[in-house]
């Protein structure tokens, strides 16, 4: 059971605290405040866990910050959509608004190589207007004697010139539970210059630990990769782990299956899920086609597999596009083969928006044809 709590009520309010109070004195329940920073004001809901079939509504429904109460059958309790009687969530973070309406293109360097690259990388980016980036510094890699990432020690001159060029997100993976605190270290060095939406990888999707790590802070929004190999319902479990922990800032990112079925692709392309998360979440939802296809093949009419796949995750209405670009790909020292060229980005941006201002036709059109049918 939900309560949901009139709007931007004070954490330490009293009649909260008599709300909680009648919560737990049900047999069995035990009742937990989640604040949401939405993207329009503070969310309060208290959520009832154990026997709740048994706890009537009405003496909830009595009080006056109580706004409504929500039975759910779902198992997401913190990020589940629950019908559309809870609020859809979303958030805004150094003055950039992630939800289910809104539309990002987070395009930049899958790893960190040198300052002179970034410098190139984030020109190209404030050429296009955009303020929303991605940039490993911790790399994941399959074999121990790949480039690691430089870590800690690119920070500085990643946050300076991320300033300097109007950056306002970089999204960053993290894997494990101190990168978050040397990436906080270094942000407050740089007089907080940008801003970091930590990226828990496909690899430790479901890294429980580090999942509560970023769920344990609520300063960095989060950026989960769906896991390679497990359920859309296992990856969404994996999110209300970071949410239960009190960050419900989260954005899901599609990324690709593991499979030789999606052969010659890297992995086999999952977009078809944008709308699915969409209904039974409230998180904004991303799409990455650079890891989901790997490879910068053209097809005949021109358009590269990458720009197809994206356009099929922007049709659908995802909420943010996660892609690779670098100034010299042939000399990437990680997944060079999928990066685009800086000069690619203007032409690729342009496509992106042919296609969202479709989906926005449809959603229009559709509701148009909802209304006229009732
Ligand atoms: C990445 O985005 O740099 C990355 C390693 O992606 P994934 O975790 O989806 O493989
Ligand atoms: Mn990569």
Do not use: W
């Not at 006056?64 to 779902?74: A, F, G, H, L, Q």
């Not at 970091?196 to 999942?211: C, H, W």
């Amino acid at each position: 059971m939900i309560l949901v709590m009139k709007a931007d009520l004070p954490s330490g309010s009293p009649e909260l605290k008599r709300v909680l109070a009648l919560a737990e004195s049900f047999p069995g329940i035990t009742a937990k405040t989640h604040t949401i920073q939405g993207a329009f004001r503070v969310l309060t809901e208290v959520h009832l866990h154990g026997p709740t079939a048994a706890v009537p509504t009405e003496p909830f429904e009595q009080f006056e910050s109580v706004e409504r109460v929500v039975r759910i059958t779902e198992r997401f309790r913190a990020i589940g959509h629950h019908g559309g009687k809870v609020d859809a969530s979303g958030f805004t973070y150094n003055g950039v608004t992630l939800s289910q309406q809104t539309f990002h293109v987070f395009a930049g360097l899958c790893a960190v190589d040198n300052r002179e690259n970034v410098a190139q990388t984030f020109a190209a980016l404030k050429k296009q207007g955009i303020v929303t980036t991605r940039a490993g510094a911790y790399k994941p890699r399959t074999s121990p004697y790949d480039f690691q990432g430089h870590g800690k020690e690119c920070l500085p001159y990643l946050f300076e010139l991320a300033g300097q060029h109007d950056i306002k997100i970089v999204s960053m993976e993290v894997t494990h539970e101190a990168h978050i605190d040397e990436i906080m270290s270094a942000l407050r060095a740089s007089g907080n210059a940008t801003g970091v939406m930590l990226q828990i990888g496909t690899r430790n999707a479901q890294n429980f630990e580090l999942l509560k790590a970023v769920g344990q802070q609520r300063e960095l929004p989060v950026l989960f990769k769906r896991g390679m190999g497990i359920t859309l319902e296992e990856s969404l479990n994996a999110c209300e782990y970071v949410a239960s922990s009190g960050n419900s800032q989260i954005v899901f990112c599609l990324r690709g299956m593991k499979t030789n079925l999606g052969d010659p692709h890297r992995n086999f392309v999952d977009f078809a899920h944008v709308p699915v998360v969409k209904r039974l979440t409230r998180l904004a939802v991303g799409i990455d086609p650079s890891h989901s296809v790997g490879r910068k093949t053209i097809a005949p009419d021109g358009i590269s597999d990458i720009a197809h796949v994206s356009a099929q995750g922007v049709i659908a209405g995802c909420n943010l596009v996660l892609v690779d670009i670098h100034p010299h790909p042939d000399a990437a020292l990680c997944d060079g083969p999928q990066a685009l060229l800086l000069d690619e980005l203007p032409g690729f941006v342009a496509d992106l928006n042919i296609v969202r201002e479709a989906y926005e036709k449809r959603v229009a059109a559709n509701r148009a044809n909802t209304v006229g049918a009732q």
